[in-house]
Nanobody
Framework: QVQLVESGGALVQPGGSVTVSCAAS????????MRWYRQAPGRQRELVAG???????NYADSVKGRFTISRDNAKNTVHLQMNSLKPEDTAVYYC???????????????WGQGTQVTVSS
């Protein structure tokens, strides 16, 4: 069994900063990509940022220059530092990991339960 647990969601003022974190635990053989998605009310879930096992990162255009994703392979954790937050960043942020639980299995996607980030004055 694999679990992803997010933390760090908060109510933040516009222009402020917050960091959300995700820890993966359980039967994990290898984690490939780790990603952050978000879903605002009435909107589809969208990819915010991702980092692969080699440290290569990618970002949605809307967050480039403001958000930074980082990963600790030894601890199976991923973090998303969010700066210069805007009201439109308000959403539930979900952690995603593509991983294998044994060397004979194909990669599969696992999700956390989400953490709320609200940007409002």
């Amino acid at each position: 069994q694999v679990q992803l647990v997010e933390s760090g969601g908060a109510l933040v003022q516009p222009g402020g900063s917050v960091t959300v974190s995700c820890a993966a635990s359980g039967r994990i053989f290898r984690i490939y990509a780790m990603r952050w998605y978000r879903q605002a009310p009435g909107r589809q879930r969208e990819l915010v940022a991702g980092v692969d096992s080699d440290g290569k990162t990618n970002y949605a255009d809307s967050v480039k220059g403001r958000f930074t994703i980082s990963r600790d392979n030894a601890k199976n954790t991923v973090h998303l530092q969010m700066n210069s937050l805007k009201p439109e960043d308000t959403a539930v942020y979900y952690c995603n990991a593509r991983l294998i639980t044994s060397w004979v299995e194909a990669p599969d996607d696992y999700w956390g339960q989400g953490t709320q980030v609200t940007v409002s004055s």
